[in-house]
């Protein structure tokens, strides 16, 4: 349904309290309204319990709650649960619940749609349709945690933006949505916990580093010779690998923080002693690790994974030269939920 109303949701705690005294009520009163929101994810104005019928009436005459919700929930034989998750203008983005044995991460979305062009990346068939707003980034986070505490027993523990979407082509967002994931009234997560991946825009990554950022950073590397990276990721010919060096170097002297490559080894790509060379020579520039992520095969064979020789090839390079590596198994691939693999199929 279309409405003129404000989503209440888009206002900050401190226009919360202002919008209270501006009604003649208590600042206090934005507290409750802010924490029913955040802390306690409300949907309707009507579970506020703790506000008079007026005032929660007087809400529902200002304001709309834009909630997700989840329009299909599809479980894999390994536990890995993939949501199609309908916004408030009817679009669709997907989040996942990624199990192990101890932990849950929810993998989240950004973007409706992608704006960069990876080939061998399902989502960049679909075009760039919006940015999400930080409570729809925030929702999957939400719908993931209790998801977890449903099938599982415990709480989300982590969680990795790799889902739909160009997280630093959605920064203020995505920064805003960690903001509520780390504060108290939201989920209180460590920052830690928390990975942002990004396909590698040196301007944005100078720009973490200048904020501050406390989460962890993960490069969408692929390969470290400027020709292969640009065929297979054609954007990155506005990103010399170069400037992304340099930009990585930068973002290590300000946080300490290692870097994460990911990976993937593709049969006549990648898969040479040259590649690897060179991923051994970049990885000296920085301090990092890398992730070899297995390859999802997203339709027209164009790309296919390695053999096993290759993985192995490389994790021999990297680990003489005191590079931690380590080898990434897909989780939902028979419910197309895995790195790369989302596309809105249903
Ligand atoms: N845009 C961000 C985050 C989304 S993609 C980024 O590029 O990092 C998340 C990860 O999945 C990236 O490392 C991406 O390169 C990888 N990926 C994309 N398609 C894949 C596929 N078909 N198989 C395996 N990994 C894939």
Redesign the pocket.
Known sequence: MQTDKKDIRSLSKEELRDFFVAQGDKAFRGNQVYEWLWNKGAHTFEDMSNLSKTTREMLMDNFVINHVKVDNMQCSSDGTIKNAVKLHDGLVVESVLIPTATRTTACVSSQVG?S?D?E????ARLKRMRNLNPDEIYDQVLTIDRQSREHRNIPLSNIV???????LMNYNNVQKAIDKITSEEGLGMSPKRITV???GIPKMITKLADDGVKFKL???L?SAIEEIRNRIMPFSKSFPLTDLRDSLQYWYSKTKSKVTF?Y?IWKGINDDKKSIDALVKFCKYVPCKVNL??????DDGEFQQADEQATLNYIKALEANDITVVVRRSRGKDIDA????LANKS
């Open positions: 992608c960069l990876c061998f990346c399902a989502t933006f790799m889902g739909m979407g160009e997280p991946s990004t396909s993960a490069v969408s692929h990911e993937v992520i297995e390859y999802n095969p997203i895995a790195c790369g693999q």
